[in-house]
């Protein structure tokens, strides 16, 4: 299935990362935002195209370190309809260099709006008689907390086309325990969505052991992602909350089996805001995400073999 290519090019680059492409209009350098304002009349246009040159920048210098990329829909929606277009135009820039895309889109709806969700971010619109793949991402992130109502329909998409999902399990911000650590008899309600995850993914089954069901457990609760490594042996992990939020490569590691693999493990600002950190020349924002993105690579190579 379709974390069987994530896993190969994971083994390949020797990386179990992604970088996550969230671009707020004051991460990109101000030399490329004033180039695009001043072309454009209208200023969502200008900033939507600003955001695509800075995101080619980026994948051109990661694409041979960093194995596939998040853009975050909401920082897309941002800008409107030339927003979405930069969306569209980024994922199919990033295959074009070989990565795997996961869009972050935290969908989250049943029956045939989950359809349309499918159909837009995994699957084709069939317009006429002729099957068009609106964005066309790899995986989508997805939230499971409407039951199985809101992830049956999307099964059916990654059977055909042989697609991924993310379900939110185990999420890395502060607040996520008022609702995921309460407990239900004996388990919590984070548990009981793993293994959900794990019952889901029994229809997607993949060539590594891991299927096409997969669970978004944080590296800032690096407790819960060990014990759920161990209770999700079929569930492949996207683990946000390196660097920015506060999870280290020592916290991330709960999340890989003994072979090294099982996890992908995200950063976004670290990333691709790594020039403002170094305080280098704007024009060499590409070079300094690759910096960082080989930095995380071998900081996290300290802790998982590949």
């Given at each position: 299935m379709?974390?069987d290519?994530?896993?190969?090019?994971?083994?390949?680059?020797?990386?179990?990362?992604?970088?996550?492409?969230d671009?707020?209009f004051s991460?990109?350098?101000?030399?490329?935002?004033?180039?695009?304002?001043?072309e454009?009349?209208?200023?969502?246009?200008g900033a939507?195209?600003?955001v695509?040159?800075?995101?080619?920048g980026l994948?051109?210098a990661?694409c041979d370190?960093?194995p596939a990329?998040?853009?975050?829909?909401?920082?897309y929606e941002?800008?409107g309809?030339?927003?979405?277009?930069?969306?569209?135009?980024?994922?199919?820039y990033?295959h074009?260099?070989?990565?795997y895309?996961i869009?972050d889109?935290?969908?989250?709806?049943?029956g045939?709006?989950?359809?349309?969700?499918?159909?837009?971010?995994?699957?084709?619109?069939?317009i006429?008689g002729?099957?068009?793949?609106?964005?066309?991402g790899d995986?989508?992130?997805v939230?499971?907390?409407?039951?199985?109502d809101?992830?049956?329909p999307?099964?059916k998409?990654c059977?055909?086309?042989?697609?991924?999902?993310f379900?939110?399990?185990k999420?890395s911000?502060?607040?996520?325990?008022?609702?995921?650590?309460?407990?239900?008899g004996?388990?919590?309600?984070?548990?009981?969505?793993?293994?959900?995850?794990?019952?889901?993914?029994e229809e997607?089954?993949?060539r590594?052991?891991?299927s096409g069901?997969?669970a978004?457990?944080?590296a800032?609760?690096?407790?819960q992602l060990?014990?759920?490594?161990?209770?999700?042996?079929?569930?492949?992990?996207?683990?946000?909350?390196?660097?920015?939020?506060?999870?280290?490569a020592?916290?991330?590691?709960?999340?890989?089996?003994?072979?090294g693999?099982?996890?992908i493990?995200?950063?976004?600002?670290?990333?691709?805001c790594?020039?403002?950190?170094?305080?280098?020349?704007?024009?060499e924002?590409?070079?300094?995400?690759?910096?960082?993105?080989i930095?995380?690579r071998?900081?996290i190579s300290?802790?998982?073999?590949?």
């Amino acid at each position: 299935m379709s974390f069987d290519l994530l896993i190969e090019r994971i083994k390949e680059l020797k990386n179990p990362t992604v970088a996550g492409l969230d671009p707020k209009f004051s991460y990109v350098p101000p030399y490329i935002r004033d180039s695009f304002l001043n072309e454009f009349d209208d200023p969502l246009e200008g900033a939507a195209m600003a955001v695509l040159e800075y995101n080619r920048g980026l994948i051109d210098a990661l694409c041979d370190v960093v194995p596939a990329i998040k853009p975050q829909a909401a920082y897309y929606e941002l800008y409107g309809w030339a927003g979405m277009r930069t969306l569209q135009e980024t994922i199919d820039y990033a295959h074009q260099k070989g990565m795997y895309v996961i869009t972050d889109g935290k969908r989250n709806d049943i029956g045939t709006t989950m359809e349309a969700y499918a159909a837009a971010h995994l699957g084709t619109v069939d317009i006429e008689g002729k099957k068009i793949a609106p964005f066309d991402g790899d995986a989508l992130t997805v939230n499971g907390y409407l039951g199985s109502d809101g992830i049956t329909p999307l099964l059916k998409t990654c059977k055909e086309r042989d697609k991924g999902i993310f379900v939110l399990v185990k999420t890395s911000n502060p607040s996520s325990g008022e609702l995921q650590d309460k407990k239900i008899g004996e388990q919590t309600v984070y548990e009981i969505m793993g293994t959900m995850c794990e019952h889901w993914g029994e229809e997607l089954p993949g060539r590594y052991g891991y299927s096409g069901v997969g669970a978004v457990v944080g590296a800032t609760y690096p407790e819960q992602l060990s014990e759920l490594r161990a209770k999700m042996p079929h569930t492949f992990f996207l683990v946000p909350g390196y660097g920015a939020q506060g999870g280290g490569a020592k916290d991330v590691a709960g999340g890989f089996d003994k072979n090294g693999l099982g996890a992908i493990i995200n950063s976004s600002r670290g990333i691709i805001c790594a020039y403002q950190k170094e305080d280098c020349d704007e024009r060499e924002y590409a070079a300094a995400a690759r910096r960082e993105a080989i930095r995380m690579r071998d900081d996290i190579s300290q802790y998982v073999n590949l």
